[in-house]
């Protein structure tokens, strides 16, 4: 990752230290990884993206790619070893046809095969990282995906997290874990005068639904919300 240039700005020099101070404030630290999409890794290992029209993709990986599997896993691996008490892996998924048009990918391409590959990837996942303690959980609009992992418990994340607007929603995300998943925790949006406007109702639909949490998303990333409001929104734990 370093070599091909995927830092950027580093924010922490320190991860480690940064997330015990976090932990000694009680906070709950999540760190999110982009998977099967990943602009980085795509540009630098051709030869490991979905191919589109016969030539390579600039964005999105073949989930069917054991090499990706195992880059992926050994960042995420070692960001458990850093603290993070949680790491949401989002695009755990195959491409959209407007994402990539006309894609070919390693294996042949068919219900059954892509099924296999993220249920593959997920059961690897927690093998990997069980000795670590950390919770897994699976976010972004590739929250229940449209090829459910199955029934298998040991290839599922402890936490479905959708975010808004997601194309298939919240019901298609509960409907693909059929009960199984720990938890379904998702995201609402904030950062718009109507959002904020929302918020309360929002989390009062989180609550009449029996989600066991929800996560505030600002896509500007600035989270300017009244601290009034903070404090009536609930629980600490939530």
């Known amino acids: 990752a370093g070599q091909m240039g995927a830092f950027g700005a580093v924010k922490f020099e320190d991860i480690a230290a940064f997330i015990g101070d976090m932990h000694r404030q009680g906070v709950y630290v999540v760190g999110r990884m982009s998977v099967f999409k990943d602009s980085v ?4 290992n051709p030869a490991w993206t979905v191919k589109s029209k016969g030539r390579a993709n600039m964005f999105w990986l073949d989930p069917f790619r054991q090499d990706v599997w195992n880059y992926d896993l050994t960042i995420a691996k070692e ?4 603290g993070f008490d949680e790491l949401q892996l989002d695009n755990v998924r195959f491409p959209e046809t407007w994402d990539v048009p006309e894609a070919s990918y390693s294996r042949r391409d068919s219900p059954g095969n892509r099924s296999s590959a993220i249920t593959g990837f997920w059961r690897e996942a927690r093998r990997q990282l069980a000795p670590f303690g950390v919770c897994l959980s699976q976010g972004g609009p590739s929250a229940g995906p ?6 298998d418990p040991s290839a599922l994340p402890d936490y479905f997290a959708p975010q808004p607007g997601s194309g298939r929603g919240w019901s298609g995300a509960d409907a693909s874990t059929s009960g199984r ?3 379904f925790r998702p995201y609402i949006p904030c950062g718009t005068a109507l959002a904020d406007h929302n918020l309360q ?7 009449a ?3 066991s949490g929800w996560v505030i998303c600002d896509s500007g990333g600035t989270y300017d919300i009244p601290r009034d409001l903070i404090s009536t929104l609930g629980a600490r734990d939530e």
């Open 209 to 211: 639904a029996g989600v």
């Open 79 to 82: 960001a458990a070893g850093d």
């Open 146 to 151: 449209s090829d459910p992992p199955g029934a």
């Open 181 to 183: 998943v720990r938890a």
């Open 201 to 207: 109702a929002a989390v009062a639909a989180c609550r």
């Open 41 to 44: 890794l795509a540009e630098h």
